[in-house]
């Protein structure tokens, strides 16, 4: 009886020893497939990551060169046009000038005498060194009396009846216009012609027959 115990006994402790050498098998296996799996996620192939850095700078080099052009545009903006406010301004001389000129041709004291003829050659030549300073710097007028109405350069006021002219044709300027360069610093104001209305005359016969009868 004695011997049966112990065979038991031993086969027990066999049993216990094999199932946990299963368990470290298993236990040893499983962390080291982890590790694989780990590893070939985080592995990146040297060719990608020279794809990547090739793309990040050359997306940094385009953003650069977009930087540049814009600061170029913008230095030449301000050079070309930087005294364009300035230039506007300055027009107020020149319709200042007209305004004082056309009231002195007007006041009736001062018409045909000497006086008169002096200061409107002064005015003469004031205005024409001003528009010489204008022209140094690219500041023109613009050309619009009998030229067809442009609305890139001239702004109609009114129309004026002229059967002689072909309608939209500038027949008056109110007040002149100026470029800048190829830019507009101001419209010209202007008059443009347009058909006189002709009335009916049988319209006009039958009303004037209704009256007399």
Known sequence: MEKEQNQKSENNTQIENKDDEVIDETSNKKPDNNLDTKKEEVEIKPEDKIRELEDKLARTFAEMENQRRRFEKEREEAYEYGGFNFAKEALNLIDNLERSKQILQNDETLKNSDALKKILEHFDI???DIL???SKNDIKPIDSLNKKLDPNFHQAMMEIDDDQKEPGTIVQEIQKG????????????????????????????NKENFTNK
């Open 126 to 128: 004031i205005y024409k």
């Open 178 to 205: 100026f470029t800048i360069k190829d830019r507009l610093l101001r419209p010209s104001l202007v008059g443009v012609s347009k058909r006189t209305e002709k009335k009916d005359t049988n319209t006009e016969e």
């Open 132 to 134: 010489s300073v204008f």
